[in-house]
């Protein structure tokens, strides 16, 4: 709960006398108050000073931090293959919050035998970021191995190790998953982790990959009662949904065009650029409804790429004027201050007509799979990203966030074809360069 501050007293009658000005003017500056001008005739003038109009600031946007803890032990390929296909699923539900949040995403993997054993096979494969394409690249990269789950671990972590926002009114969140015993770290207890992270404000949330009959499925259940969070089991293998829709080629053509619309500032620039176009990759090789999402978390106020050069200079992060010739994109550094300006104006211009293209289309794809969905009878409350977006919801309206409410479904026509889900799995898990060929298959898969 926040403290109020009480509000400084303004002065509420005229003080006589210059030493007495004298000496209360820098207690009242401490307090905020204006200054008070002495009278040149020895008699203090109650008016205060004029000051300069100060604009009022902007309210800041509300932080949610989310660390994902995946167990890559050798069982869960499943799992790893869930996330990068719903990562984009996952970021555009919380896109939809009023007021707009500041989003920050964090991986870490546990379980796995490539892992160091000193820090209980335990891994931060991104820290929090606002870099979404990082953390795709990062779960791309992921390959499971054997190993020991040691839940415990992973959570004190993520407690330790992140960067997390200091301020209490931020949202926090851990989401941790795996299939094994959630008890079997000995040396870190997951009570005591979770004891450790509700205690700074940091919710987690537990997925069970399996049966919530199970016997292990209490443990994680106990994981999220230790800290607040939600519990959820899922069908890793087969709970992931994803239809093909007549509108996932439009939305994979504007992806690619509002990717010519960025300007690449610096040798780290350069790289983020080739890592944009490389996880647009990666979703085409799952699986159109991926890349579709993907499309429209491009288009989305949580997308953000501090090195594009258009987008530093109309948010105010970096002056044109004040950019080193040297890092600038080279079709810029022979131009003119003015004519760079015209060339950010433009790709700026651009990228936000492409942007209202991209939403539009997403919101028809949106209802198709919505009616899809019905038609097919086929319900989502198994999936990964099911799981995930509910409890994020949840707590996100908790701290005071506004979603909308969920569209109707429509009444199937009985001469409508309905989609066909396709594959879910990957063609290809490993992080790719260039643009695959579209190998999707019409058929219902993992």
């Known amino acids: 709960m926040k403290r109020s501050t009480p509000s400084p007293r303004s002065p509420r009658r005229a003080w006589r006398g ?9 207690t009242l500056l401490a307090l905020g108050a204006p200054p008070l001008r002495a ?3 020895g008699v203090g003038d109650e008016r205060p000073a004029t000051a300069p109009a100060v604009a009022a600031s902007k309210p800041a946007a509300p932080s949610i931090d989310l660390a994902l803890c995946l167990d890559t032990s050798g069982s869960m390929d499943g799992l790893l293959d869930a996330a990068r296909q719903k990562l984009w699923a996952i970021v555009n539900d919380l896109a939809l919050a009023e007021p707009t949040p500041r989003l920050r995403v964090a991986l870490l993997t546990f379980g796995n035998d490539g892992h ?30 054997g190993g020991t789950e040691l839940v415990g671990r992973v959570l004190a972590t993520a407690n330790a190790s992140l960067d997390w926002a200091p301020a209490p009114e931020a949202l926090k969140l851990v989401v941790v998953a795996g299939n094994e015993s959630a008890d079997q770290d000995q040396q870190v207890r997951f009570g005591e982790a979770c004891r450790l992270l509700i205690e700074r404000g940091i919710t987690v949330n537990a997925i069970y990959c399996g049966n919530p009959a199970d016997e292990l499925a209490p443990g994680w259940q106990e994981v999220a009662k230790r800290a607040d969070g939600h519990f959820a089991a899922i069908d890793q293998q ?25 300007l690449p500032y610096g040798a780290a620039g350069i790289v983020a650029w080739g890592n944009q176009r490389a996880q647009d990759a990666n979703a085409e090789a799952c699986n159109s409804a991926t890349a579709a999402a ?23 992060q ?48 949106d209802a198709h799979v919505t009616a899809e969905l019905a038609k097919l009878g086929m319900e989502e409350s198994s999936a990964f990203d099911r799981a995930v977006r509910d409890a994020l919801r949840a707590q996100a309206q908790a701290k005071g966030l506004r979603f909308p409410p969920a569209p109707k479904v429509p009444e199937a026509k009985p001469t409508e074809t309905p989609a066909k889900p396709i594959d879910t799995k990957p063609a290809d898990s490993k992080p790719t360069d260039s643009k695959p060929a579209d190998a999707q298959q019409e058929q219902h898969g993992t």
């Open 294 to 316: 993907r499309a429209n978390t491009k288009a989305c106020k949580l997308y953000t790429c501090d090195w594009d050069l258009v987008e530093q200079v109309k948010t105010g």
């Open 238 to 262: 087969n709970g992931t949904v994803v239809i093909a829709t007549p509108f996932d080629g439009e939305l994979a053509a504007l992806s690619t065009a509002i990717n010519d619309t960025y």
């Open 116 to 145: 160091p054993a000193e820090g209980g096979w335990v891994k931060i494969d991104a820290p929090l970021t606002e870099d979404l394409d990082l953390v795709s690249q990062q779960l791309f990269a992921l390959t499971t191995n």
């Open 39 to 41: 009278d040149p005739n």
């Open 18 to 26: 210059r030493t007495l000005v004298a000496t209360l003017a820098p």
């Open 318 to 365: 970096l002056k044109l004027e004040e950019a080193k010739k040297e890092e600038l994109p080279e079709k810029l550094r022979e131009l003119t201050q003015e004519q760079r300006q015209q060339c950010i104006d433009a790709a700026w211009a651009k990228r936000t007509k492409l942007k209202e293209q991209i939403q539009g289309v997403s919101a028809k794809r």
